[in-house]
């Protein structure tokens, strides 16, 4: 579980710091980080660049997250 929950960790910290600054100048393009990425400025924006806060967000809100993320996080086992 602790592996899993590391891989969409990485995930979701790769494009952090260009959140915190803007937007556009780090980007995830993984599937899974497109995936969530909405997801995680929706829900989350607060936690980011924590990653571990933000992926314990993204469990919080389970039931809201866009379909694509949620199948994300699933095919990881969280």
Do not use: Y
């Not at 952090?16 to 993984?30: C, K, L, P, T, V």
């Not at 929706?42 to 199948?71: K, W, Y």
């Amino acid at each position: 579980m602790v592996r899993k929950l590391c891989f969409v960790l990485a995930l979701l910290l790769i494009p952090a710091a260009g959140w915190a600054e803007n937007m556009q100048s780090e980007q995830d393009n993984s599937p899974e980080g497109r995936a969530c990425r909405g997801d995680a400025h929706r829900f989350c924006r607060q936690e980011i660049p924590d990653e571990f806060r933000v992926a314990s967000c993204l469990q919080t809100h389970r039931d809201q997250l866009s379909r694509a993320c949620r199948a994300a996080l699933e095919g990881h086992g969280m």
